[in-house]
Nanobody, 114 residues
Framework: QVQLVESGGGLVQPGGSLRLSCAAS????????MTWYRQAPGKERELVAK????????NYADSVKGRFTISRDNAKNTVYLQMNSLKPEDTAVYYCHAVKGDYWGQGTRVTVSS
C-alpha cells in the first residue's frame, strides 16, 4: 500500500523557517522523482519544487527560488522541503507527490503570520 505522510507544518512568523518531511512507503522510493506542491486558499495547486530520483537535479518555482531547498534521503525513503525567509504568501497546504506513480500525500498546513 502506497503511503506518503507529510509532517512539519505549523504556524510561523514572517521571516521564519520550517522544514517539511514526507515519509514514503509502498513503492521503490529511490526510483521516483519527487515534488512538493502547495495550494493556498482559493487558488489552484502549484508546483513548488522537484528533485530527481537520485537527488542530483532540483528545480524550483520562481516564487521560492533562493528561499526553499528540496532534498531527499533515499536510505530513509524521505523527501524534505527546507523553507527559509517565509512570507505570508507562502501560507498554503503543502503536499508531496511521487511523479511516476502520481501518488499524493494528505498535506500539511503552513501558516505564515505575525
Amino acid at each position: 500500500q502506497v503511503q506518503l505522510v507529510e509532517s512539519g507544518g505549523g504556524l510561523v512568523q514572517p521571516g521564519g523557517s520550517l522544514r517539511l518531511s514526507c515519509a514514503a512507503s509502498g513503492f521503490t522510493f529511490s526510483s521516483y522523482a519527487m515534488t512538493w506542491y502547495r495550494q493556498a486558499p482559493g487558488k489552484e495547486r502549484e508546483l513548488v519544487a522537484k528533485v530527481t530520483s537520485g537527488g542530483s537535479s532540483r528545480n524550483y518555482a520562481d516564487s521560492v527560488k533562493g528561499r526553499f531547498t528540496i532534498s531527499r534521503d533515499n536510505a530513509k525513503n524521505t523527501v524534505y522541503l527546507q523553507m527559509n525567509s517565509l512570507k505570508p504568501e507562502d501560507t498554503a497546504v503543502y503536499y508531496c507527490h511521487a511523479v511516476k506513480g502520481d501518488y499524493w500525500g494528505q498535506g500539511t498546513r503552513v501558516t505564515v503570520s505575525s
